[in-house]
């Protein structure tokens, strides 16, 4: 009986352990053009008069979710870099794709962050009193919820 519990457990493991190994043919998720992607920049300046706004973004990928690949940062080359995260789940995305450029399908959203959440966020973050007060107006947070990612070749 050890054995078969044995056998079992050693059978699930390397299929899990395959199964995140695979390659994959460098699309995840939804399929879509990408041909008319815009850049991480083109899309948070193009987010000034909406909140909300279906889009396909092509970037360098910074940084991505190592533990389950559920999210991704794209590199902004004029700010802060757009973070991502995958819509529902649907797929995952593997650590090597961490530099690479990538066009990803999704909708942008855009949430307020007032003054108070700022400087609250600010003191957790063990920023001076000073540091803190000098924090006078409010953020627009942009990120984006993603549907399909292809890497780029």
């Not at 390397?14 to 053009?33: H, I, L, Q, R, T």
């Not at 063990?126 to 107006?137: H, L, M, N, P, R």
């Not at 409010?138 to 990120?143: E, G, M, T, W």
Request: hydrophobic share 40%.
């Amino acid at each position: 009986m050890k054995q078969l519990v044995v056998i079992a457990l050693s059978v699930l493991l390397f299929s899990c352990g395959k199964e995140a190994k695979m390659e994959s043919d460098g699309k995840y998720g939804e399929n879509f053009n990408a041909d008319s992607a815009l850049s991480v920049g083109e899309a948070i300046k193009a987010m000034s008069s909406v909140n909300e706004m279906p889009v396909v973004i092509k970037g360098k990928v910074t940084e991505v979710c190592k533990s389950e690949g559920c999210w991704l940062m794209l590199k902004n080359e004029g700010g802060e870099d757009l973070y991502i995260d995958i819509a529902e789940k649907k797929f995952h995305l593997t650590p090597d794709i961490e530099g690479k450029t990538v066009a990803v399908k999704g909708v942008l959203t855009k949430e307020p962050i007032s003054v108070e959440e700022l400087q609250q966020m600010a003191r957790e973050a063990g920023k001076t009193d000073e540091e803190v007060k000098a924090i006078t107006s409010p953020k627009d947070d942009i990120a984006m919820e993603a549907t399909g990612l292809v890497i780029q070749k």
